[in-house]
């Protein structure tokens, strides 16, 4: 990845992802989580203080040094009981339906094979588990979208990876993932690059 992406990048992630409108999406997407919780995309942990009390253990994915680095803090604070068991959200290395709830956010846009990675999420699921996502994507607007496809070229470039015009909930329920809420919450900036899907899946 190089200099950028592996030292600079993450910390321009967790500055950027940093303020009331992404605490108040945190606070909404972790707030039924309980037992055994994968998260995939841990960045630096900036979760971990909305975790409820009901939550058990925490494994979680995160294939970056500096960001398990920013996290070290938050980690040693939480009450959860943090695992750190992998690097790639493609193959995680957890046993077939094992696990209560899966969470991500705005980690989908940067995995190389999301519906890959989709697949493994349903697959360590328990048959009662539930998938829950704050994630950037394609906006419904054709306008909007439009742009997007044109800007996801240099965003890949500049920012990991990210994809601006991923169909999120499309490929949540490509990956056999049934959706049990889907919402656009508003999140201030430019559409192209904050058109936000937050909801909960559930496994078939």
């Not at 309980?34 to 909305?50: A, K, M, T, Y």
């Not at 169909?167 to 889907?182: D, K, S, W, Y």
Request: hydrophobic share 40%.
């Amino acid at each position: 990845m190089g200099f950028y992406g592996e030292q600079i990048l993450p910390r321009l992630t967790d500055l950027t992802l940093n303020g009331r409108p992404f605490d108040r999406l945190r606070a909404l997407v972790t707030a039924d989580l309980e037992g055994e919780v994968l998260e995939i995309g841990f960045g630096s942990g900036r979760n971990l203080p909305h975790y409820p009390p009901a939550v058990g253990r925490l494994r979680a994915i995160e294939p970056s040094a500096v960001g398990r680095n920013l996290a070290a803090a938050r980690v040693a604070a939480s009450p959860v009981p943090v695992e750190f068991v992998g690097l790639d959200g493609q193959e995680l290395p957890v046993e077939d339906a094992s696990i209560d709830h899966a969470l991500t956010t705005w980690t989908l846009c940067t995995i190389p094979d999301v519906a890959r990675a989709l697949d493994e999420v349903r697959r360590v699921l328990k048959p009662s588990g539930r998938f829950h996502f704050v994630e950037h994507g394609r906006a419904l607007d054709p306008r909007v979208a439009r742009w997007q496809d044109r800007l996801t070229p240099i965003q890949r470039r500049v920012a990991g990876g990210c994809h601006l015009n991923r169909p999120i909930g499309e490929l949540v329920t490509a990956a056999g993932l049934v959706l049990e809420r889907l919402d656009h919450p508003r999140v201030p900036g430019p559409r192209a690059f904050t058109y936000t899907y937050e909801g909960v899946a559930t496994r078939r």
